[in-house]
């Protein structure tokens, strides 16, 4: 019954790995995002993406890369991970992607260390 | 673009006394704003949103906030903590037109017995 849901919940990996993080909504929404939460709990968009639309903060490295097998599903993939990529990683949806205002729904987010 | 300030990054409060959350934001154009609890080593979930209309907002577990225009804020506020409530509380703001909120820096609400 969970409307978001990620898995894992924790991930712990060396340095240089490629990891991937799965993302899966059942609310029927159009619209998936990422988020990403460091140590002092700022939260920053990273993408956002329905089946029409891929936006990329810019200031997101090209290591990560999201992947959308269908409408319910974004994957974030993260190649050669890097210290500074440990922090709590949510995945997101709302309804639509051209109407401001939409309520966003939230995973119970992805805790990655990098040693 | 837009920007959201959230002033008080730790509001300590004794249980069943009032609390105020600040957020201001600043934007050129107009805006939705909201406001999000993330209880611990839990995802974000929506408390309550300013769409339009009246300016003062009910939302869920007895908060509410009101929309200032003049001021540019949108505080949050509880006229009685529980417990419970202990959590970090996120203020965003989205500009019409767009569909990207921006976060603010979080408040740490700390509700002591």
């Known amino acids: 019954d969970t409307a978001v849901s990620q898995t894992p919940k924790y991930l712990v990996t060396q340095m240089g790995n490629d990891k991937s993080i799965k993302c899966e909504q059942n609310?029927?929404?159009?619209?998936m995002y990422w988020y990403k939460q460091d140590s002092k709990k700022f939260l920053k968009i990273m993408f956002s993406y329905n089946n029409k639309e891929l936006i990329i903060n810019e200031t997101v490295p090209n290591r990560f890369s999201p992947k959308s097998p269908d409408k319910a599903h974004l994957n974030l993939h993260i190649n050669s991970l890097e210290l500074g990529d440990s922090a709590v990683y949510f995945c997101?949806?709302?309804?639509?992607?051209?109407?401001?205002?939409?309520?966003?729904?939230f995973g119970p987010g992805t805790r990655l260390l990098v040693l | 673009a837009q920007s959201v300030t959230q002033l008080d990054s730790q509001v300590p409060v004794f249980e069943e006394a009032p609390v105020e959350l600040r957020c201001n934001y600043s934007?050129?154009?107009?805006?939705?704003l909201f406001w999000y609890v993330q209880y611990p080593n839990q995802g974000l979930q929506l408390l309550l949103k300013?769409?339009?209309?009246?300016?003062l907002v009910k939302g869920i577990n007895g908060f509410e906030a009101e929309f200032n225009k003049s001021q540019t804020s949108f505080h949050l506020r509880k006229p009685s903590v529980h417990i419970s409530d202990t959590a970090e509380y996120f203020c965003?703001?989205?500009?019409?037109?767009?569909?990207?909120?921006?976060f603010g820096r979080g408040t740490s609400l700390i509700v002591h017995p």
């Open positions: 300013y769409l339009s209309g009246s300016t």
């Open positions: 934007s050129s154009v107009s805006v939705y």
């Open positions: 997101a949806s709302s309804q639509e992607l051209d109407t401001s205002g939409e309520t966003q729904y």
């Open positions: 965003a703001v989205t500009e019409e037109g767009s569909y990207i909120p921006t």
């Open positions: 609310l029927g929404h159009d619209t």
